[in-house]
Each structure stands twice: as C-alpha cells, then as structure tokens.
C-alpha cells in the first residue's frame, strides 16, 4: 500500500509563485514514475508533470517553462515549483505514483489563482 500526502496549496495572485510538496510512504517494489495532475472546476482530471524513475521529465504545453517537477528518491517526495502562475492553473492538484501497472493518488490540494 502506497500513501501520498500533498501540501503546499493556497490562494495566489496572477504572476505569482507557489511549491506543492508530496510525500510517499509505503512500499515500493520497482522503479515508479511520480506525477502532479490536477482538476480544474468542471473538467476532468489532467496531467500537468511527470518525472520517470530515470528523471525524465514531462510537461503539457500549457506549463511549459513556468513549472519544474522535481524528486527526490530519497526521501520519495515530488514537488512542483509553479512561477507565473495564471487563473486558469486553478484547481485540484494531485500527486501521483505509476508502479507496477498500478495509479496512487493523494487527497489533493487546492490552488487557486485569482485578484
């Protein structure tokens, strides 16, 4: 059983900056690839980053060059550094684990982005 718990969520001005931070727990049994997505009001869940066991790093277009995924095996934690942030990167973030075929999900954390 694997648990994810974010943090770091909050309400922001346009431009601004925030850090979500997740933390891993549990039993890992092979390499595993860890991502943020997140939910905006009314539409479905989405991928926003990911990084590969080997520290591949992916992004969606729209957050190209404003957000940088990182982890740490470590202590198995991802974080997601967002800068410029804009309202339409309001909504629901959630961590997530890939491993072995299998989708872990944290509760989520809200951001929101609004004068």
């Known amino acids: 059983q694997v648990q994810l718990v974010e943090s770091g969520g909050g309400l922001v001005q346009p431009g601004g900056s925030l850090r979500l931070s997740c933390a891993a727990s549990?039993?890992?049994?092979?390499?595993?690839?860890m991502g943020w997505y997140r939910q905006a009001p009314g539409k479905e869940r989405e991928l926003v980053a990911s990084v590969s066991s080997g520290g591949t790093t992916t992004y969606v277009d729209p957050v190209k060059g404003r957000f940088t995924i990182s982890r740490d095996n470590a202590k198995i934690t991802v974080s997601l550094q967002m800068n410029s942030l804009k309202p339409e990167d309001t909504g629901v973030y959630y961590c997530n684990i890939k491993m072995r075929g299998m989708d872990y999900w944290g509760k989520g954390t809200q951001v929101t982005v609004s004068s």
């Open positions: 549990g039993r890992f049994f092979s390499a595993y690839a």
